[in-house]
């Protein structure tokens, strides 16, 4: 019940007919009123249709919605006049079914790009969905499960502060790469907050989660993370707030780099001793984007060549006979070449499902970490085809 745990909301999942044979394809996430909202999307020029939607609803209400509607199966982007239209129906008839204003429903797609939406097959189906609202304890499980595509498992998760919750859902498993890091959350809470605290809160908890996830180096045309707060708590500590936040991004981050599309590792990519936060930050990213080190890491070789190699020409300040290279806290290579180690211990880790791999630049106090994966033929045999 983790978008449901907050006072205010209720949610529901099913089928709608956008994937047909009764899969379930649409969630409703419904504040009782008008809510605080947050929200921060995809920086691809190219935004689908229901990002498109989303921001101007936004705009148009001053940051405030009744709630969200998610699809799965089409992500109704690069379709044009008549994903806008799509788009614009589904609000309208989520609006209707729960007496909310039409530009109070924000909206959220993902699937395939580049694909007519069937808005057709939707007919009739939307309000019947929409009365299930609150129907049952394991209706926030029902909106998670409703929004994956090729994700193995509903990601959820609640945490509980001091008078106050936020919970969300997420689903994500490929086309993940910062800014953001296709992938759609909700978020809610009802700590009573402003938007704009809202709104930087959220901006803080997205940078080291979302916005430092990368699998594949594409950024999605849907990318959305939408927070609501309906207050119901009353007022709270906002520091406390703020790790709530950071928290429930950083894990929904960890569980789409688990659950990423052909991954068998998902790793941690952490640089220290760099000349500034940026400048580790950009080194972390510069190997985790590398097909050489995702490649050596799907073989479970710890081979650092690759990864001194690419750090030293991330554009930052490096010097290989101060870097250290180190997998699962073993230091594998020192001063730019190889350190004596226990072989058996690397090897031990490299066969773990979780993976840490640390760069010590050996220059600064500067910091920064992304989340990645290997790349193997899982993630090839996704994604060669569209059908």
């Known amino acids: 019940m983790s978008v449901t745990a907050a006072k205010g909301f209720s949610a529901t999942g099913g089928p709608v007919g956008i994937k047909g044979s009764g899969r379930s394809d649409m969630a409703i996430v419904l504040a009782d009123a008008p809510v605080v909202t947050a929200a921060v999307f995809t920086q691809n020029k190219a935004a689908a249709a229901p990002v498109q939607i989303s921001r101007a609803h936004l705009k148009a209400t001053g940051n405030m919605s009744r ?7 089409n992500a109704n982007a690069a379709t044009g006049a008549a994903g806008l239209a799509a788009a614009t129906t589904i609000t309208h008839e989520v609006a209707q079914a729960v007496d ?4 109070e429903i924000l909206i959220c797609q993902t699937g395939l790009i580049g694909i007519p939406f069937p808005i057709d097959a939707l ?34 998760v609640l945490v509980v502060g001091d008078g106050f919750v936020v919970g969300a859902m997420a689903k994500g498993a490929a086309m993940l790469e910062p800014n953001m890091a296709t992938m759609l959350s909700v978020i809610t809470t009802d700590a009573e907050v402003s938007q704009e605290e809202l ?4 901006i803080d908890a997205v940078g080291p989660s979302f916005n430092s996830l990368i699998v594949d180096g594409a950024t999605s045309t849907n990318d959305t993370v939408i927070a609501l707060a309906s207050g119901l708590a009353g007022p709270v500590d906002n520091a406390a707030l ?19 599309e052909g991954a068998t590792k998902a790793v941690r990519i952490k640089v220290t001793g760099a000349k500034s936060d940026n400048e580790a930050h950009q080194g972390a990213r510069k190997v985790a984007n590398s097909l050489l080190v995702k490649c050596s890491l799907n073989g479970e070789d710890p081979y650092w060549g690759r990864v001194l190699s690419e750090v030293a020409t991330a554009g930052i ?21 190889a350190a004596v180690h226990d072989h058996d211990l690397v090897a031990a880790h490299m066969k773990e499902r979780w993976i840490l791999l640390e760069i ?21 045999d996704e994604n060669r085809t569209t059908s």
């Open 123 to 156: 007919e009739g189906a939307i309000a019947p969905l929409a009365n299930t609202l609150g129907s049952s304890e394991d209706d926030g499980n029902r909106a998670a499960v409703a929004i994956m595509t090729t994700d193995t498992f509903a990601k959820e």
């Open 100 to 103: 909310a204003a039409d530009n």
């Open 360 to 380: 010590d630049l050996g220059l600064g106090s500067g910091v920064g970490s992304v989340l990645t994966t290997d790349l193997g033929h899982g993630y090839i």
């Open 242 to 260: 703020r790790a709530a936040l950071a928290k429930v991004c950083l894990t929904l981050a960890e569980f789409m780099a688990f659950d990423a």
């Open 199 to 202: 709104a930087a809160m959220l």
């Open 317 to 337: 300040d490096c010097d290989p006979l101060l870097t250290t290279i180190s997998y699962g806290g073993t230091v594998v290579s020192r001063a730019g070449e």
């Open 67 to 73: 709630g969200v509607v998610l699809t799965s199966g």
